[in-house]
């Protein structure tokens, strides 16, 4: 994705404090670099990720790997607002003024570090297919940096879950009549079933909520603004637990956009749009949960250990594995398998499509079905 920036590209925000002096410092925006900007705060921000760069530059100060730019970057960054030259020219940005996609060049980055430092985000998938007729199983492991998740139809479902995306992405598939898939055992197509088990979990998981998308009406990308409810917090089965750390927004469309990262800095958020630090709305470190129709990123971490009020919850089931056991993703919050839910006794953080976000009192609407294959459905429901 990339497009020629246009003027009055950034989002219109609410007043939001100012970082005092001296504790986070932003980055200078080239023409059309907040793609970049955001990304690389977000690695900044990344612990593992950050000492990682820093080591493979110690130790191999001539390395071809960009960690070296990255941890110069880096030390900048801990005194002042930061300028990114260093960095385009060795990603091969020739003309700053167009925008890219913030995945794309996430991507990018971690295929130009260290293999210590893109370690941190890489995780392992196991993909399984049982022959319906003979009970062949085959598995193939395939390595990821994120996972994608496919959004709900904004025209047809007004809230989407990432809960209920990450079911549907590890939910067995069946094959049957024109789609059948060939075995080598039977020598035949036949019907068959497919899942997608995670072998190996990466200490940062990032997941990419698909907002962008080729529409063979139009002819053209675009993109999906549906209001996607994020969890604080997912859990595996082994009580592994990850916690929200950043996440990367993009406001406007694809013929004039803008992105930032907030992160959590210090149990603090801060937003980070280019030059600028702000501190976000207060109340967003004091929820469960919040909505966003502008949140594209979601960065992921390992905790040490699974809070007591988390792991006594019931767990959500994506019907996939970590590692050959049953996976199961849980937010702070309790499930029910029904059409519609009412979403009571928190207030959420609702943005409007425009980039403005406000306070919302969750009494005041109902969550619609979420979209998922199968036609399943599933809504969180959030009590106090």
């Known amino acids: 994705m990339n497009y020629l920036v246009k003027d009055g590209n950034k989002s219109p925000k609410t007043a939001h404090s100012p970082v005092p002096t001296g504790e986070n410092h932003g980055l200078f925006n080239q023409g059309a670099t907040c793609y970049l900007n955001s990304v690389l705060q977000v690695l900044f921000m990344t612990e593992g990720f950050h000492a990682a760069v820093k080591k493979h530059t110690s130790e191999y100060p001539d390395t071809e790997c960009v960690d070296r730019h990255l941890t110069d970057l880096f030390e900048d960054l801990k005194e002042n607002t930061a300028h990114t030259k260093m960095i385009t020219e060795k990603l091969g940005i020739s003309r700053v003024d167009v925008q890219h996609d913030a995945a794309e060049y996430f991507q990018k980055i971690l295929s130009l570090t260290s293999q210590t430092a893109s370690e941190i985000f890489h995780g392992l998938l196991t993909h399984k297919t049982v022959c319906s007729t003979c009970g062949e199983e085959t598995e193939s492991d395939v390595g990821f940096l994120h996972l994608p998740l496919a ?110 990262a907030t992160i959590r800095v210090d149990e603090m958020w801060r937003e980070f749009d280019d030059s600028n630090v702000t501190l976000p709305d207060p109340h967003l470190c004091q929820m469960d949960s919040f909505t966003s129709c502008n949140a594209y990123l979601l960065f992921y971490r390992k905790i040490n250990e699974c809070p007591a009020d988390i792991c006594s919850q019931d767990s959500v089931s994506t019907g996939g594995g970590f590692g050959g056991v049953e996976s199961e993703f849980q937010p702070v919050c309790d499930v029910e398998d029904q059409g519609v839910g009412r979403v009571s006794g928190i207030k959420s953080v609702c943005s409007d499509g425009q980039g403005h976000q406000e306070m919302m009192d969750s009494n005041e609407y109902e969550a619609q079905p979420e979209a998922s294959a199968g036609n399943d459905v599933m809504t969180v429901q959030l009590q106090r």
């Open 151 to 260: 959004l709900a139809d904004s025209y047809y479902f007004k809230y989407f879950s990432v809960l209920n995306g990450l079911e549907n992405y590890f939910r067995v598939s069946h094959f049957s009549g024109e789609n059948r898939i060939y075995c080598d055992k039977c020598d035949a197509k036949s019907d068959a079933t497919t899942e997608c088990l995670i072998k190996h979990l990466p200490e940062a998981l990032m997941l990419q909520l698909n907002r962008f998308k080729f529409d063979y009406n139009s002819m053209t990308t675009v993109k999906n603004h549906c209001t996607v409810r994020i969890p604080f917090t997912l859990q595996t089965p082994e009580t592994q637990t990850y916690e929200l750390y950043a996440f990367v927004d993009h406001f406007g469309d694809l013929t004039g956009g803008h992105y930032t």
